[in-house]
Nanobody
Framework: QVQLVESGGGLVQAGGSLRLSCAAS????????MGWFRQAPGKEREFVAA????????YYAESVKGRFTISRDNAKNTVYLQMSSLKPEDTAVYYC?????????????????????WGQGTQVTVSS
């Protein structure tokens, strides 16, 4: 069993930055890729970013590429999402999730079914 707890959300002005954290329980954290998703009101959940088990490989949605950075600290069982140059359209509940795989397979890593554990989410609101 894995538990994921996100933190770091909040209200920020457009152009600002936030860093989200996702703390994982369990001893298998370092064996799996991790991802971040988000869901805005009235919209479907969408993929944001993913990182492989070692942190050597990452993948981003086009909408956040160059502005967001995903990283992980396996010693702390934590994955991060550094968000910069935030826009109002980044407003959403952000979720971290544990992949079923240690690696990033591009055709799969953006799909929710690739993940078997999810956090409860943290709200990010970007004001204009």
């Amino acid at each position: 069993q894995v538990q994921l707890v996100e933190s770091g959300g909040g209200l920020v002005q457009a152009g600002g930055s936030l860093r989200l954290s996702c703390a994982a329980s369990g001893r298998t954290f370092s064996n799996y890729a991790m991802g971040w998703f988000r869901q805005a009101p009235g919209k479907e959940r969408e993929f944001v970013a993913a990182i492989n088990k070692s942190g050597s490989s990452t993948y981003y949605a086009e909408s956040v590429k160059g502005r967001f950075t995903i990283s992980r600290d396996n010693a702390k069982n934590t994955v991060y999402l550094q968000m910069s140059s935030l826009k109002p359209e980044d407003t959403a509940v952000y979720y971290c999730a544990k992949s079923r795989s240690p690696i990033i397979v591009v055709v799969a890593i953006t799909q929710g079914r690739e993940y078997d554990y999810w956090g409860q989410g943290t709200q990010v609101t970007v004001s204009s």
